[in-house]
């Protein structure tokens, strides 16, 4: 675990919790925090302090800007 995984997990929810719309909840598992709107899942966060991982879900295009953008 580390601070820094700590403090961008708890960007993301808070982040994801401030956008209008978003439904937040454990469908998959009690260790994936998942945070949707309209139905749609745009971020998963684990709750696994060993494995401190966030998924967020964007379009393709974007996907590989930030691919190519970042190490």
Excluded: N, W
């Excluded at 998963?44 to 970042?70: F, L, M, N, S, W």
């Amino acid at each position: 675990m580390s601070a820094a995984g700590d403090r961008l997990q708890d960007t993301a929810r808070h982040t994801a919790l401030a956008l209008p719309g978003t439904d937040h909840g454990y469908p998959f598992t009690e260790h994936l925090d998942v945070y949707k709107v309209a139905g749609r899942v745009f971020l998963i966060v684990t709750d696994d302090p060993d494995e401190q991982i966030i998924t967020v879900k964007c379009e393709p295009e974007h996907a590989r800007a930030h691919v190519h953008g970042y190490a």
